[in-house]
C-alpha cells in the first residue's frame, strides 16, 4: 500500500505532465519551426533561356543577349534590385562571404518585387563600342545596356596565359532591408567572362 507522500508524489508528476502536454500548442503558436532554409538566388541563361549559349568571344557593333533571373525563397515579399557592373581581370569582384559589392560604379539596375516563391527572368541585351586595340591593351569607351549607352572607358590589358583581352559582366543582388529602410548586398553575383575582339 502506498504512503500518502507517494500519492502526492503520483499526482504532482501527473500534474507536471499535463501541464507540459498541454502547453506545447501554445508554445507552437509563439515559435514558429524553421519552415526550411531562406534565401535568395540569382542566375543567368543564355539567349536561348538554357544553361548554354552564353556570348564569350564578342566584338564592337555586335548584340547580345542573356537572361538574368531572381527567386524569392525568404518565406515573405521582398524588393529586390539587380546591379550591373563591367569590370577588367584586374580590379576587384564583389566578396559574398564578407558581404561586400564591388566598388565598380553600377551601369544598370533591374528592380523587382517578388511574392515568396516568385521567380522573375529579364533580358539582358548588350553591345560595345569605340573599341580600340593597341599593344597589348584593348580598350571599350561605350557599353549598351538594353536601350541605354553608358560610358564605361575599360582597359584590358593581353592575357598571354588564356590568350585574351578579358573583360567580365557582374550582376550583384541586392535586397531592400525594413530595418534600415535601405539596400544592401545580398552576397549573391554571377559574373560573365567576355573576350574582347576584332570585328570579322
Known sequence: MWSLAEYRYVFMVAGLIGIIVLSIPSALVLVHPSGGERFS????????????????????????????????????AAYYEVVLKLRNSSEPLPN?????????????????????????????????????????????????????????????????????YFYEVIAELWLYDSASSSLSFNDRFIALWLNMTAAL
Open 96 to 164: 559574398a562571404t564578407s558581404g561586400v559589392a564591388s566598388p565598380l560604379p553600377v551601369l544598370y539596375r533591374y528592380e523587382v518585387f517578388l511574392t515568396d516563391g516568385q521567380t522573375w527572368e529579364g533580358a539582358l541585351n548588350f553591345s560595345f563600342s569605340d573599341v580600340v586595340f593597341g599593344e597589348n591593351v584593348s580598350s571599350v569607351g561605350m557599353m549598351r545596356v538594353n536601350d541605354d549607352w553608358v560610358v564605361v572607358n575599360k582597359i584590358a590589358a593581353w592575357d598571354s596565359e588564356n590568350s585574351g
Open 41 to 76: 538566388e540569382l542566375y543567368v541563361l543564355g539567349s536561348g533561356h538554357t544553361a548554354e549559349g552564353y556570348p564569350f568571344n564578342v566584338s564592337a557593333g555586335e548584340n547580345y543577349l542573356v537572361y538574368l533571373g531572381v527567386g524569392d525563397r525568404l518565406g515573405s
